[in-house]
């Protein structure tokens, strides 16, 4: 399984962005899909989940600002981001979980600056 982010970038406080996670390669194994971020300084902490059957789960910092999709037909995931706080940047990773294998594939990561 193969992930590639796109979309990251310098916003505003109160800005939008929209990310992209486009997987390829064994993707039928995929269980379930998620977003991820790590601010400077601090560990990795999940942001968002989708799995297979449509299901989403997130944290609670970003409950009711951030929603996650995705779009079978493009194999891809997306993670629409809205009323950014600076709190929000940090690098943001696309993880493809495979519950058969019991391993976790991830993406390159994209920038995301909020200003102030």
């Known amino acids: 399984v193969q992930l590639v982010e796109s979309g990251g970038g310098l916003v505003q406080a109160g800005g939008s962005l929209r990310l992209s996670c486009a997987a390829s390669?064994?993707?039928?194994?995929?269980?379930?899909m998620g977003w991820y971020r790590q601010a400077p300084g601090k560990q990795r902490e999940l942001v968002a989940r989708?799995?297979?059957?449509?299901?989403?789960g997130y944290a609670d910092s970003v409950k009711g600002r951030f929603t996650i999709s995705r779009d079978n037909a493009k194999d891809t995931v997306y993670l629409q981001m809205n009323s950014l706080k600076p709190e929000d940047t940090a690098v943001y990773y696309c993880?493809?979980?495979?519950?058969?294998?019991?391993?976790?594939?991830w993406g390159q990561g994209t920038q995301v600056t909020v200003s102030s």
């Open positions: 989708i799995t297979n059957g449509g299901t989403t």
């Open positions: 390669g064994s993707i039928f194994s995929i269980n379930a």
């Open positions: 993880n493809a979980q495979v519950i058969i294998t019991n391993y976790d594939y």
